[in-house]
């Protein structure tokens, strides 16, 4: 545990892929002992810290809060265990409550059973004491609890962020199959691009990959367009120190003119959902949006970074993805010389006929899909080749 008594240990959620990226951003707010694990970041910090890590990660989905470990032998300790916790130092019994559950290897086999129990046993409790209990509120509670059994170790947390992180609260219109935007953001910095050379997304759909790498140029923190967090409503919410971070943060702020990130899309309908999206978050004057195919592009400039999320075969039909991908690899080759090109996709068979070596490649996921994300270095007369997975 912290040795500060004003330091807490917190967990950070992320997508699989993104630990590394989650571990770099939480070091930079200040977080102490940040260390990688499955999907998830542990880190300390105190109060300002958590707050912190809420508004100005990109990378994380929630920012939790352990506050009890238990074991568990036998499914009746949950209960029993969840009942004997001072929730009333969290909670008032006219609160409303959401519990959220995580289960690997233990003696339960039903999640939702387990978020059922936690919920009884916290009701249980204010009724005994009170005479009256807290209701239960899915979308929008009080207080959002986090149980996570693996093995016979029950953590129970509290949830800072409420909604998931990747909620930005810019998107106003949504693509087909748009990208997380807590991956998309993940993916940009995984590519290196050093916020200087032009980006490109040449199948850009709704804008979140733009969007992403304009806020991470200008620094506009990624929680700048939301207004709901958990922790607004606990019990120890300090509302001068949330507007203290914001305050600070925001004073970073740039406003680089020398950038340049573009967007392409075939779709005159889903580009417009792009410019309604660029519009609402500010940044029209640092994107340049443009109807175009692919194959039809012409290079913004002579060099730059490519970040592309090809149509997947799970949710866009495709008549012939390997032909597709044939057609960005002649288009890579044939157009963009000087470019770095990054592809991520979900059809790890058909990827490959991009007929590019990467010279980078990492795996990631995109909700359920695990995926590639690959790097191909765009050198005049490069000799090109399938890869092996």
């Known amino acids: 545990m912290p040795e500060n008594p004003d330091s807490m240990l917190m967990i950070a959620k ?105 919920k009884d046993a916290i009701v249980d409790r204010f009724r005994e004491k009170t005479g009256k209990r807290p209701s239960v509120d899915l979308d929008n509670p009080t207080l959002r609890i986090n149980v996570h059994l693996f093995k016979n170790t029950c953590t129970v947390s509290l949830d800072s962020s409420g909604q998931s992180l990747h909620k930005r609260g810019y998107r106003k219109q949504a693509g087909i199959a748009p990208i997380n935007e807590v991956l998309a953001a993940g993916l940009i910095q995984l590519t290196g691009w050093d916020r200087k050379k032009p980006l490109l997304d040449p199948m850009c759909g709704s804008g979140t990959f733009l969007i992403e790498a304009a806020m991470l140029a200008s620094e506009i923190p990624s929680g700048y367009f939301r207004s709901e967090y958990g922790f607004i409503k606990w019990k120890d919410f300090d509302q001068a120190l949330w507007e203290t971070v914001k305050s600070q943060a925001q004073g970073l702020i740039k406003h680089p003119e020398d950038i340049r990130i573009v967007g392409f899309d075939k779709s005159v309908m889903i580009l417009k959902k792009a410019v309604e999206n660029v519009g609402f978050a500010g940044l029209d004057r640092v994107i340049y949006l443009k109807r175009a195919a692919f194959e039809d592009s012409i290079p913004p400039s002579a060099e730059g970074i490519i970040i592309m999320n090809p149509p997947y075969d799970e949710r866009i039909q495709l008549e012939d993805s390997v032909a597709f991908y044939k057609m960005i690899g002649n288009i890579l080759k044939r157009k963009y010389s000087g470019y770095k090109a990054w592809v991520i996709s979900s059809d790890l068979e058909a990827i490959k006929f991009i007929g590019l070596k990467p010279s980078k490649k990492f795996k990631v996921f995109n909700g359920p899909l695990e995926c590639r994300f690959l790097g191909f270095d765009l050198y005049e007369g490069k000799k090109t080749s399938t890869f092996a997975d």
């Open 14 to 118: 992320t997508v699989s892929g993104l630990e590394p990226i989650l571990k770099a951003e939480l070091e930079a707010i200040g977080a102490l002992n940040a260390e990688v694990m499955n999907r998830s970041v542990s880190f300390e910090g105190d109060k300002a810290c958590m707050y912190r890590a809420n508004y100005l990660c990109r990378s994380a989905l929630r920012i939790l809060l352990p506050v009890h470990v238990f074991e568990i032998n036998m499914q009746e300790d949950l209960y029993r265990e969840i009942k004997e916790f001072l929730w009333e130092d969290h909670l008032d019994a006219d609160s409303t409550l959401a519990v959220d559950a995580v289960i690997s290897y233990t003696v339960f086999t039903n999640s939702q059973f387990v978020a059922q129990k936690t």
